[in-house]
């Protein structure tokens, strides 16, 4: 018994010995844009720039093969933010931003088909085959995947309604100085 507990042992510390080794020689060198760039991201993993995740984003982000325009959740400030990380020009005369939503399904509509169950990325829908459908609200991160997928026309995006709870005061705008002359005479 101790032969076999002493081998166990031995072949343990050897193999993690090996892996050790095999991890320092064989890592992947990451880009530390990327990393950061990724950190700046909402995260929810939406989809809704075109890419799978948040990370396959970064990574298109930093090698400069994806346009900052794409983060829809992320909207106006997470654009103007990776435009400044990246030292390039964010063109918002497209970009249209959207207040927080979430998903609604009619239940007189739906018919259980699950196609908005295999497309939502957060698992907010619940229901089974041929039997109706409901939204968790506190789930849905309002990606919208869902909507054109349903055959009825049964899902629909609501904006959340403003609470004492999720009200945010606006931030004030920066003015800043047009010209040097108005900086002098500022002083």
């Known amino acids: ?14 193999m993690g010995g090996l892996l050790g080794v095999a991890a320092r020689f064989l890592a992947v060198e990451e880009n530390p844009l990327e990393e950061e ?3 700046m991201l909402p995260g929810s993993q939406c ?3 075109g890419y799978v995740g948040c990370s396959q984003y970064a990574a298109a982000l930093a090698k400069g093969e994806a346009a900052v325009t794409l983060c829809a959740p992320g909207g106006k400030v997470l654009i103007e933010s990776l435009a400044k990380k990246l030292g390039v020009k964010a063109d918002l005369s497209e970009h249209e931003e959207k207040v927080p939503e979430y998903a609604f399904i009619h239940e007189d509509l739906c018919i259980g088909c699950t196609r908005c ?6 698992d907010a829908i619940m229901g089974a085959n041929k039997l109706m459908h409901t ?5 849905c991160h309002g990606c919208g995947k869902c909507v054109p997928v349903c055959p009825t026309d049964a899902i629909v995006m609501i904006p959340y309604k403003v609470t004492l709870r999720n009200w945010h005061w606006p931030k004030p705008e920066i003015e800043q100085a047009h010209s040097e002359h108005e ?4 002083h």
């Open 47 to 49: 989809g809704q720039c």
């Open 37 to 39: 760039l990724k950190s």
């Open 135 to 139: 939204i968790i609200i506190d789930a």
């Open 117 to 122: 169950i295999r497309e939502c990325s957060s």
């Open 1 to 14: 018994m101790w032969i076999a507990i002493g081998s166990l042992t031995v072949m343990g510390l050897v």
């Open 183 to 186: 900086v002098e005479h500022a």
